[in-house]
């Protein structure tokens, strides 16, 4: 990781987390710290470069830039071509911090609604709708259940996770059919930061 913009805020995470065992309270801490890798102008130059991610209909894909060897937190990547669209979906157990570094787009929330009593069944309904444009950073507690749709220009995000996904199921909702299933979350595909 050679990025010093990055590496600070590897810096300032791993201090963080030194200090504040609580996940809650660890993951409130940190959009300020996201906020400054993101307002640097190097990162958001770098970023032009990097490779659109997939949002295929199962599985999504995510640069992989770090992964702590100590606290397990990671930084990923998401590019999105204009006018991609994510499942709705959450990521189970794992904090999110979302941070937009270019390009604009729509965030969704929604809130379940059913009693959860039906397997392969929830109801959802639309709770935030809202366009956000670089700087912006959504912070996404465990089972939230969200979407995100690019604007009409590459969209890229950068992503923080408590650990890396991809190795365990997470939920997905289908508002149309009400149907709710599980799957696996984004790939990770491992990229350098020259
Ligand atoms: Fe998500």
Not at 2 to 31: G, N
Not at 129 to 134: F, H, L, M, R, T
Not at 163 to 169: H, I, M, P, Q, R
């Amino acid at each position: 990781m050679s990025h010093s913009a990055v590496q600070k805020f590897i810096d300032a995470t791993r201090a963080l987390f030194a200090v504040e065992s609580d996940p809650a309270k660890r993951w409130q801490k940190m959009p300020p710290l996201l906020e400054e890798l993101l307002a640097n102008p190097a990162i958001k130059e770098q970023s032009k470069s990097w490779p659109d991610c997939s949002q295929g209909s199962e599985r999504a894909e995510n640069l992989l830039f770090y992964e702590d060897p100590d606290y397990k937190f990671v930084i990923n990547g998401l590019i999105k071509a204009p006018k991609t669209r994510t499942q709705i979906h959450d990521h189970a157990h794992n904090w999110t911090l979302y941070g937009v570094l270019d390009g604009t787009e729509t965030i969704e929330r929604y809130k379940r609604v059913d009693d959860r009593s039906k397997a392969d069944y929830a109801e959802i309904r639309k709770t935030v709708n809202v366009k956000v444009g670089a700087g912006k950073i959504d912070l996404v507690p465990p089972y939230e259940i969200h979407a995100e749709e690019s604007g009409d220009e590459r969209t890229v995000a950068i992503i923080v996770r408590a650990e890396k996904a991809g190795g365990f199921l997470q939920g997905r909702y289908d508002p149309v059919t009400n149907k709710y299933w599980q799957g696996y979350g984004p790939k990770q595909l491992p990229y350098e930061l020259k």
